[in-house]
């Protein structure tokens, strides 16, 4: 399972159905975090992935330090399915998809790790999955992190 982890002060996420267009998602203060999943991820992926995010000290404390987490300073998450975190490009000019998890599987780890973030009692706002999304953010340092849960198995 890939994340990208972005800490924001904002960030918003619009669903396109033909000429209509709708916000799903929004938070202030917190994190916004892309999600990849791959065919042998299970849910020691998506268990290692929330509980490294909801914790991440990437927050300044008083002194400026980033020392504080998602957690400790009240911020929200909005958690995005993205399939092309699996892309690979090394051949050719069209990436190549297989690598990603079939669309059931991806959605059920998807669905899972939201609900281990609000087990951590945040606040989790989602994307819709298989939609066509915009996604908006105001990423805030710039802060932004790349977790790869099978880089640890």
Do not use: W
């Amino acid at each position: 399972m890939r994340a990208v982890i972005q800490k924001v002060s904002c960030s918003r996420v619009d669903v396109l159905d033909g000429n209509h267009k709708e916000t799903c998602a929004e938070i202030d203060n917190g994190l916004m975090i892309l999600l990849g999943v791959t065919h042998d991820d299970t849910e020691l992926d998506a268990r290692y992935i929330a509980d490294k995010a909801a914790n991440l000290r990437i927050f300044e404390d008083d002194a400026g330090k980033l020392n504080l987490s998602v957690k400790d300073v009240g911020g929200s998450i909005l958690l995005v399915s993205q399939f092309t975190l699996y892309a690979d490009a090394r051949n050719g000019r069209r990436p190549s998809f297989s690598a990603a998890a079939p669309a059931e599987q991806a959605q059920t780890l998807y669905l899972h790790t939201a609900e281990l973030l609000r087990g951590h009692g945040l606040n989790v706002q989602t994307g819709r999955f298989q939609m066509h999304m915009q996604v908006s953010l105001c990423n805030d340092g710039p802060v932004t992190l790349l977790l790869d849960s099978q880089k640890l198995f």
